[in-house]
């Protein structure tokens, strides 16, 4: 995950965490294991996080009807799995990446702060956010194309955001 606040003069503050999609589902993966004594592949756990995935309650909870191999008896075993069981499983990644957007927003100037956009695919990542920082945030349309869409905006202004493009300390 990057976290950074960038204001027309460059980049005020950033961090990055090494937390993001396939963390998460590794998480999912453990978790369902430690529970339910259960193994469950990588495409499973991909699956559970896009279907029931949520970082925040939902109104109503979600469920899924899953498939894995029962770690007891090395049988195939199917079990439902719960929202809530997806959100305790992704629990210790949010709050690293919750840490960091807090610790990044403390070295930012409070009229910078003032709102949050940003591209998440985690049901409720924003409004997790928005309790743990108290500042509006508010997801991009196309969260899969906000990386893509943003450096052809640094490149339609290469000349005001030289500053966030000089990273080596050389010449553009």
């Not at 109503?60 to 894995?68: A, D, N």
């Not at 960091?100 to 591209?119: F, M, N, Q, V, Y």
Request: charged letters at 25%; one cysteine or more.
């Amino acid at each position: 995950a990057e976290i950074a606040v960038i204001s027309l003069g460059g980049i005020v503050a950033s961090r990055s965490v090494r937390m993001a999609g396939d963390m998460f589902d590794q998480a999912i993966i453990a978790f369902i294991k430690r529970k339910y004594n259960l193994l469950i592949g990588e495409r499973t756990a991909e699956q559970i996080k896009i279907e029931i995935g949520s970082a925040y309650v939902l109104d109503p909870e979600l469920t899924m009807e899953i498939k894995g191999r029962n770690l007891v008896d090395g049988l195939p075993k199917n079990i439902v799995v719960h929202s809530e069981d997806v959100r305790a499983a992704l629990l210790e990644c949010l709050e690293k990446i919750t840490s960091a957007i807090k610790e990044t927003l403390e070295r930012t100037p409070p009229e910078l702060s003032a709102d949050i956009i940003g591209g998440a695919l985690l049901r409720g990542l924003d409004q997790l956010i928005q309790s743990e920082t108290g500042i509006d945030v508010h997801v991009a349309e196309d969260p899969l194309d906000c990386v893509a869409k943003g450096a052809g905006a640094v490149l339609d202004h290469v000349d005001v955001l030289h500053d966030v493009l000089d990273t080596d300390g050389g010449h553009m």
